[in-house]
């Protein structure tokens, strides 16, 4: 089993009205961008939610211009029921409160321990930040940005989404996408969706970034004799390193293997991925 600890996701969430009808995409789609998001972001969770601390904050919360900091669904494992029961009540209205709701996110997680395994916010929204009365959208914008830096400045990183095609959007989604520390490489710096097939694969790449393997695994039963095990990873016999300078120990207990050195440093970067263990046979030790 990975012993990798979870991190928090809060989904800061748009439900303005725009999000009650479908992208603009070639050939048309008559499936409203709510529905698709309803069907990808509850896949994604249910399938993570043990991999990942998710919750969920919205915005508008008044079919407005007000984002309470109160979630909708609290940051915890097994959230995925939680998901499905929201937008089973919640449907798309109101403004856009961008900055608001990203506000809210840092209120709600100063409010909460810090995990020290990482927090994350994903920001998820189909247009432009519109609700600062009569003061012109780009001050919107400008908020939308200082919000998300003063996530990123309280250690909180921040994914963004956008859905569908709206004109304008990208300079200030490129922008916050750089301010909060998660920004794609090329011109395009956030994750963008036009349709629902993208926007399941934006989902799964940006769960796939928060959740970093351990380099720590459980045995299912103690080794009869500690000094008779081989592990391998990829096939290739990994030796031991009592030291933990490279290579396996058991670590912090008998039974639990951790990989030091440049082992842990393949696994986490995902170029090593099958990992084993066989009891009866010693294998190599290098200090």
């Not at 309470?68 to 959230?79: E, H, M, Q, R, Y």
């Not at 969706?193 to 940006?206: C, D, G, H, P, R």
């Not at 016999?237 to 207990?253: E, I, L, M």
Request: hydrophobic share 40%; proline share 8%.
């Amino acid at each position: 089993m990975n012993l990798g600890d979870p991190p928090d996701m809060l989904v800061v969430l748009d439900r303005s009205g725009s999000m009650n009808s479908p992208p603009a995409t070639f050939p048309p789609t008559f499936t409203t961008k709510w529905a698709s998001m309803k069907t990808s972001l509850t896949s994604v969770v249910t399938a993570k939610q043990q991999q990942i601390k998710f919750g969920l904050l919205e915005f508008p919360s008044d079919d407005n211009c007000a984002a309470t900091a109160a979630p909708k669904v609290n940051i915890g494992l097994g959230s995925g029921p939680g998901f499905t029961n929201y937008f089973t009540n919640r449907s798309p209205n109101g403004n856009t409160p961008a900055h608001i709701g990203l506000a809210s996110a840092l209120t709600y997680f100063n409010s909460i321990p810090v995990n020290p395994a990482g927090r994350y916010v994903l920001f998820a929204t189909d247009g432009l930040p519109n609700c600062l009365g009569g003061v012109p959208e780009t001050a919107s914008d400008a908020q939308t940005v200082a919000a998300v830096t003063a996530l990123f400045n309280a250690g909180i990183k921040t994914y963004v989404l956008g859905f569908g095609q709206f004109a304008g959007m990208a300079g200030v989604l490129n922008d916050a996408a750089v301010a909060g520390g998660k920004a794609k490489a090329g011109a395009t710096k956030y994750y963008e969706a036009t349709n629902a097939a993208e926007l399941s694969a934006a989902f799964q790449q940006i769960a796939g970034g928060v959740i970093v393997p351990s380099c720590s695994f459980q045995l299912q039963t103690a080794p009869p004799d500690p000094n008779n095990v081989t592990v391998t990873i990829n096939g290739m016999s990994v030796p031991r390193s009592p030291s933990h300078a490279t290579g396996w120990d058991y670590s912090p207990n008998a039974m639990t293997i951790t990989f030091f050195g440049a082992y842990c440093d393949q696994i986490k970067a995902g170029t090593m991925t099958n990992v084993s263990f066989a009891y009866g046979c010693p294998g190599p030790v290098v200090d």
